[in-house]
């Protein structure tokens, strides 16, 4: 009995020891293996069929092609009556709007239609689905604590990241759940602590190998503030 005592508790202050010492990177590339086993992402080309709910405001429908090896992204997005299509091949831009494939000065300011938002666009979709994995990039720094942090009511492994200053200036905060390392919540915040959002992640899609959040709702850091609901639909 005694020795069976003693096992139990070297085992349980081992756990207990590398859930507290374990360094970022070593968490994220647990993440990552949780989220892209074999490697995927780096050359995904896959479509994302995004339903996005709003208070107060008509769903928008989104159908995203990501295409990384050849630089290409499209995304088309109905709202109400219209539609918008926005093209980057490589450094190559497109804008559609209603079916016309050159609508004019007039309409492309009226509906705030623009290269520049082509490609943020492009870099929005990119980073937030390829989360975890996109943490590897270049200009992005992983903190080396791990914090252990109760959110809601549940315990979570929660990695630090900043970003050089070309490539962004928030501060982001990732919660992995401590037994799987997926990822359930991120976190964003701005020169102040009132300021950002978070973002509950819940269910999975597996698309091309890769477990991609089927629902992310988004809330505001200051006071909770619900803003809307991006939702994967096959």
């Not at 539609?83 to 709007?97: L, M, P, Q």
């Not at 050159?102 to 989360?131: F, M, Q, T, V």
């Not at 549940?154 to 401590?178: A, H, I, M, Q, R």
């Amino acid at each position: 009995m005694f020795l069976r005592i003693s096992l139990f508790l070297a085992c349980f202050s081992s756990f207990l020891s590398f859930s507290q010492e374990i360094s970022g990177k070593e968490l994220l590339d647990k993440a990552i293996q949780y989220h892209d086993p074999h490697g995927n992402w780096k050359t995904f080309k896959g479509t994302l069929n995004v339903t996005m709910t709003i208070p107060n405001k008509p769903k928008r429908e989104s159908e995203i092609k990501i295409d990384l090896p050849n630089e290409f992204f499209y995304v088309k997005a109905t709202r109400g009556e219209n539609t918008t299509e926005y093209t980057v091949d490589k450094k190559e831009c497109k804008i559609a709007f209603n079916g016309d494939q050159n609508p004019s000065e007039a309409i492309l300011k009226e509906h705030k239609l623009s290269c520049d938002r082509a490609n943020l666009y492009k870099n929005y979709y990119s980073y937030l689905y390829g989360l975890p994995m996109k943490l590897k990039d270049n200009g992005t720094n992983i903190h080396d604590k791990v914090e252990k942090k109760k959110f809601k009511g549940k315990e979570y492994l929660v990695l630090k990241v900043t970003y050089d200053e070309s490539v962004g200036k928030d501060t982001w905060y990732f919660y992995f759940n401590p037994k799987t390392y997926a990822m359930e919540i991120y976190q964003f915040f701005k020169a102040t602590k009132d300021s950002g959002e978070y973002i509950l992640l819940s269910e999975e899609e597996i698309i091309n190998g890769i477990k991609l959040p089927k629902v992310r709702a988004w809330y505001y850091n200051k006071d909770d503030g619900y803003l809307g609901t991006d939702t994967l639909v096959k």
